[in-house]
C-alpha cells in the first residue's frame, strides 16, 4: 500500500492519499489546503478517486473536498454523523479564524461508526472512534500493513486540542487509551499535522501520556 503526504495551508494540514496495493484506486484523507496538488497527482498517476474519508470535520481537514469533487463528482465522502453539525458549519468555523469562505460542502455519503471495516483492495481498514478533539472524531487503521491515520487525536510529542467546539479533554485522553495505546507499540501513527510517529515512542515519551497516566502506561 502506497502513502502520499500533502502538507500545507494556514495550518500546515497533512492530507493523504492512500493507493490500493493491487489496482489503480485510492483515497484521500482529509482533504486540505493542497487538495488542487492531490488531483495533479491523481491524474498523473491514473489512479481513481475511491473515496473521501475524513477523520474529522474542522476546517482545515475539509476545506479541499470542492476541488476533489469538480475532479470526482462521484467519490463518495465518509464522516461520523457526530461531527455533521461542524461539517455544515464549515464557514462559521471560516469566520472564527478570519478565513476565506468554504462552503457550503456538498452532503456526506456514507456515515462512519466504530468498528466499521473499509476495503481498498485488498487492503483492510478498520475504524475507530475517538472524540475528544472533535464529537465525531475517528481513526482509520490498516493492521497488515500497520499504519493508523489518527487526525488531530495524538501528534509526535503532542496531543490535539480541546478549546474548540465539541472539544472535551478527559474524553480526548480516555479516546487515546483507548484507540491508540491499544495498538501495537510498532504502528505508525500519521497525524494530521507534524511528521509521523509510533504507538510506542508516545507511550515513552509523549510528556502529555506520561504526565497524565502515569506507570499505566509502562
Do not use: K
Amino acid at each position: 500500500m502506497r502513502i502520499e503526504t500533502f502538507a500545507g495551508g494556514d495550518f500546515g494540514e497533512n492530507t493523504y492519499v492512500v493507493v490500493a496495493p493491487d489496482a489503480p484506486l485510492a483515497w484521500v484523507i482529509d482533504p486540505g489546503a493542497e487538495a488542487p496538488a492531490v488531483v495533479d497527482f491523481l491524474e498523473r498517476e491514473g489512479l481513481r478517486l475511491g473515496a473521501i474519508l475524513l477523520t474529522h470535520a474542522h476546517l482545515d481537514h475539509v476545506e479541499g473536498i470542492p476541488a476533489l469533487r469538480r475532479w470526482a463528482p462521484g467519490a463518495p465522502i465518509y464522516l461520523h454523523p457526530g461531527d455533521l453539525r461542524l461539517y455544515q458549519g464549515v464557514d462559521l468555523q471560516a469566520r472564527a479564524f478570519h478565513l476565506p469562505l468554504v462552503g457550503p460542502l456538498p452532503e456526506p455519503d456514507r456515515s462512519l461508526e466504530e468498528g466499521q471495516r473499509l476495503q481498498l483492495g485488498s487492503a483492510l481498514c478498520e475504524v475507530r472512534w475517538a472524540p475528544g478533539h472533535a464529537p465525531g472524531h475517528v481513526l482509520f487503521f490498516f493492521p497488515a500493513e500497520g499504519v493508523a491515520f489518527v487526525g488531530d487525536v495524538i501528534f509526535r510529542g503532542s496531543i490535539g486540542r480541546t478549546d474548540l467546539v465539541g472539544g472535551d479533554f478527559q474524553r480526548l485522553m480516555e479516546s487515546i487509551r483507548q484507540q491508540v495505546l491499544t495498538l501495537p507499540d510498532e504502528t505508525r501513527l500519521l497525524s494530521g499535522h507534524g511528521p509521523q510517529t509510533t504507538v510506542g515512542w508516545e507511550r515513552r515519551t509523549n510528556p502529555f501520556l506520561v504526565g497524565h497516566f502515569g506507570g499505566e502506561l509502562v
